[in-house]
């Protein structure tokens, strides 16, 4: 056989590929929550930082097929892991740490799945537009209705999302479970790697827990900040529908959305 695919067969394979690819997708999370800060910065800053993006055309989609392989390899490897664990799991446990072990890779997986749900649902809600099409299609005021609708209007759009108190909490259910798959991950990395042992217990403990807080607090101040009126569209300086009669389809639609 293939030593590359032997390998990846194997359990310690499968084990050094959820690893790799866990640290892949962290950087991803870490990445797109500090892209979403700049919402704090008004919408000109995440408007553009949403071009920027997009301008990147074929490096987009070279990021996009990285992270959608690592995730697809992080949940293959780790069902198939948990199988083999099983199989191999006499009737009774005979120690408690087997115990225990087999309840948090159960747990990770739960966790796994649910957190799975929530991608899936953000990408139909803000990627895709397809939990509420007038939010997803909303663009700033054209600049010269000749050319067109203007930018993108991201802010506008989470603005609108959240606004939704359904929509915020489930987000907030799925950035916990997020963190909890995180804090957990984060440490079980280590161990695969070798990298775990009593002398750096308590340190990894820490590390991990404090990277989850923040990654917890970063991503939910957005929604809860619109929950509660300090993040609004009122003063967009690109204008409401009503400032600018010219503006293009997606600032029509907020007038709908705004009705
Ligand atoms: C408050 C929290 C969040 C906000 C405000 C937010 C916002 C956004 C926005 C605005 C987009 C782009 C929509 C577009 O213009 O195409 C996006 C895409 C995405 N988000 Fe989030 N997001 C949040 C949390 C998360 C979390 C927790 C994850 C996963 C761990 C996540 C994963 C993604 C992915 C995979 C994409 C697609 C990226 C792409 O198209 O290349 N987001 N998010």
């Not at 603005?159 to 997020?178: D, E």
Request: glycine share 10%.
């Amino acid at each position: 056989m293939n030593p590359i695919l032997a390998f990846y067969r194997s359990s310690i394979g499968r084990k050094w590929v959820v690893a790799i690819t866990g640290l892949v997708l962290f950087g991803f999370v870490i990445g797109h929550m500090l892209g979403n800060l700049q919402m704090f910065w008004g919408p000109d800053q995440i408007n553009s930082y949403a071009v920027h993006l997009r301008d990147l055309g074929p490096l987009l989609w070279i990021v996009r097929i990285v992270l959608l392989t690592c995730f697809v390899l992080h949940i293959q490897c780790t069902i198939a892991l948990a199988r083999a664990n099983r199989a191999a799991r006499p009737e009774k446990y005979a120690y408690y740490a087997t115990k225990q072990a087999s309840k948090a890779s159960r747990t990770m997986i739960v966790s796994g799945l649910i957190v799975l749900s929530f991608v899936l649902f953000h990408l139909m809600h803000f990627t895709f537009g397809w939990i509420d099409a007038r939010n997803a299609n909303l663009h700033e005021a054209a600049q010269d209705p000749l050319l067109g609708p203007g930018r993108h209007d991201v802010y506008r759009m989470v603005i609108a999302g959240f606004n939704h108190w359904p929509v915020s909490f489930f987000y907030l259910l799925g950035i916990g479970l997020l963190c909890w798959h995180l804090s957990h991950g984060f440490a079980s990395v280590f161990q695969t790697l070798g990298l775990r042992n009593h002398r750096v217990e308590g340190f990894l403990r820490w590390t991990s827990g404090g990277l989850a807080a923040l990654v917890f607090l970063g991503y939910c101040a957005i929604p809860l900040a619109v929950m509660t009126g300090i993040l609004t569209d009122t003063n967009h300086p690109f204008g409401t529908p009503e400032q600018h009669p010219d503006a293009g389809h997606g600032a029509k639609t907020a007038a709908a959305v705004a009705r």
